[in-house]
C-alpha cells in the first residue's frame, strides 16, 4: 500500500546541481528507513544515500560531501540534494522505502532519470 512518486530528474551541465524529490503515500512514513539508490547502465544498483525516520544519514562511497539527503516526517517526503556533479552520475534514481521491522516492507518508486552531460 505504500506508494512513492519521484520528480525532479532532468538534464544538467556537469557541476551544476538538481533536487530530487520523493512523496511517499499509503503507509505511515514515520516507520520507514527513506533512500535513494541510482543504476547506471551496465551496472548494479547502488546505495546513494538512506535516512532514518529521526535523521540519521548513511552516503553511498565517495558521494559524501557533494550529495545530501533530507526528509520531511510531516510532508511524507525524502530529497536529494545534487551539487557538483559529473558526468558519471548519470543514472536512473530511485526513491526507496525500507521497514526495517517485520513485515519488512520494501518499497520502490518508478526510478527518474538523471543525465549529467555537456
Known amino acids: 500500500q505504500m506508494v512513492l512518486e519521484e520528480s525532479g530528474g532532468g538534464l544538467v551541465q556537469p557541476g551544476g546541481s538538481l533536487r530530487l524529490s520523493c512523496a511517499a503515500s499509503g503507509r505511515p512514513f514515520i516507520d520507514f528507513i527513506m533512500g535513494w539508490y541510482r543504476q547506471a547502465p551496465g551496472k548494479q544498483r547502488e546505495l546513494v544515500a538512506s535516512?532514518?525516520?529521526?535523521?540519521?544519514?548513511n552516503y553511498g562511497d565517495s558521494l559524501e560531501g557533494r550529495f545530501t539527503i533530507s526528509r520531511d516526517n510531516a510532508k511524507s517526503t525524502v530529497t536529494l540534494q545534487m551539487n557538483s556533479l559529473e558526468p558519471e552520475d548519470t543514472a536512473v534514481y530511485f526513491c526507496?522505502?525500507?521497514?526495517?521491522?517485520?513485515?519488512?516492507?520494501?518499497?520502490w518508486g518508478q526510478g527518474t532519470q538523471v543525465t549529467v552531460s555537456s
Open positions: 535516512i532514518t525516520s529521526i535523521g540519521v544519514t
Open positions: 526507496n522505502a525500507y521497514q526495517a521491522f517485520p513485515p519488512h516492507r520494501n518499497v
